[in-house]
């Protein structure tokens, strides 16, 4: 076909007649080539409306000042609710076909604002009834409470992830947390511990020998307790070692020996638990308080079972000297 210069344009001859040779069908015209109207549609676009309230799971309570980011987990895309300080509504606009479509899939983090203490993260699938209806209304947000740090048992294992931390707190929450004597260990630990962990993670040596000599006893005890078929001779055990090391008697033979010294050992695990906890009060204002508290963490077992022992060798030892002295 012909090459047409500026401001012309080829075309076929008006008879339209196809030689299947170019030169011949086609010829140069003095016209350029009207431009062609724009025929691409571009689809509109309507807003999707996602709102609602944040409240606390436990109670119902409303959760002011939230974080709110939703992502588009197909398109990576990542949106910021708005919130307000001193309310726990939410919202957030996209738009259908650009921002977010059917089938598509949103992925909710919500957290308190001021400490992150509560959080909840979740996935939801747009349908296209969400989209037909213009978005997710009243879409409230319960907002779960983060489990509460084991201080001593994060600092020395270095993370609150490990497996012994899952199951030291779930001790906490299925044993300790259910009773008044339990939940009074727990204020006690979290109200004291803080300076003892900042003390523990300053020195990796004590944070070994406390993963060895004190958490890992724990551990295990922990893990026995929460099987739950142990749980109950293990409390009468105890109190019956308290019991009797406090009112001792002969007439228990061997039985009285052994769990005597089982109490003898319990009592020195209370009274070396209560120094730390002391300690570690006086921790916030004095710092030498709570290191010499660190330092008698991984002392408490291995002094408690030199306790039982003690108790179980002296009275015999008590016996063979008795013996020993007498004149026949």
């Not at 061997?254 to 319990?266: N, T």
Request: net charge neutral; charged share 10%; glycine share 6%.
């Amino acid at each position: 076909a012909p090459a047409p210069g500026d401001d012309e344009s080829a075309g076929r001859y008006p008879n339209g007649v196809d030689t299947n040779n170019d030169s011949a069908d086609f010829r140069v015209f003095d016209v350029p080539t009207p431009g062609a109207p724009n025929t691409i549609l571009i689809p509109p676009t309507t807003p999707l409306l996602i709102f609602g309230w944040v409240v606390n799971y436990s109670d119902g309570s409303p959760v002011n000042n939230s974080t709110i980011t939703i992502t588009n987990l197909n398109t990576s895309e990542e949106f910021t609710a708005k919130t307000n300080a001193t309310s726990n509504y939410y919202q957030l606009v996209l738009a259908t076909g650009t921002d977010v479509n059917a089938t598509e899939i949103l992925k909710f983090n919500a957290t308190m604002s001021t400490d992150g203490s509560h959080s909840k993260v979740f996935n939801y699938a747009i349908t296209p009834e969400d989209i037909n209806k213009g978005g997710l209304f009243n879409f409230n947000i319960s907002l779960n409470a983060a489990p509460s740090p084991c201080f001593i048992a994060t600092a020395a294992y270095g993370t609150p992830l490990h497996e012994d931390i899952n199951i030291l707190r779930k001790f906490r929450n299925v044993v300790l947390s259910t009773n008044t004597p339990g939940k009074a260990l727990v204020e006690t630990y979290y109200l004291t511990s803080p300076p003892i962990a900042n003390a523990l993670a300053a020195n990796n040596n004590l944070r070994a020998l406390v993963r060895v000599l004190l958490l890992t006893p724990m551990v295990h005890f922990a893990g026995i307790t929460l099987n739950g078929s142990l749980f109950a001779l293990i409390i009468a055990f105890l109190a019956g070692a308290f019991v009797i090391s406090l009112y001792p008697s002969r007439k228990y033979g061997v039985l009285a020996g052994i769990l005597k010294a089982a109490g003898f050992g319990v009592l020195s695990i209370a009274v070396l638990t209560s120094l730390v906890f002391t300690l570690g009060w006086l921790g916030y204002t004095y710092t030498v308080c709570a290191t010499i508290a660190a330092y008698i963490l991984p002392l408490i077992i291995p002094i408690s079972i030199a306790v039982v022992l003690i108790t179980v060798i002296m009275p015999k030892y008590k016996e063979k000297r008795y013996a020993e002295k007498k004149p026949w």
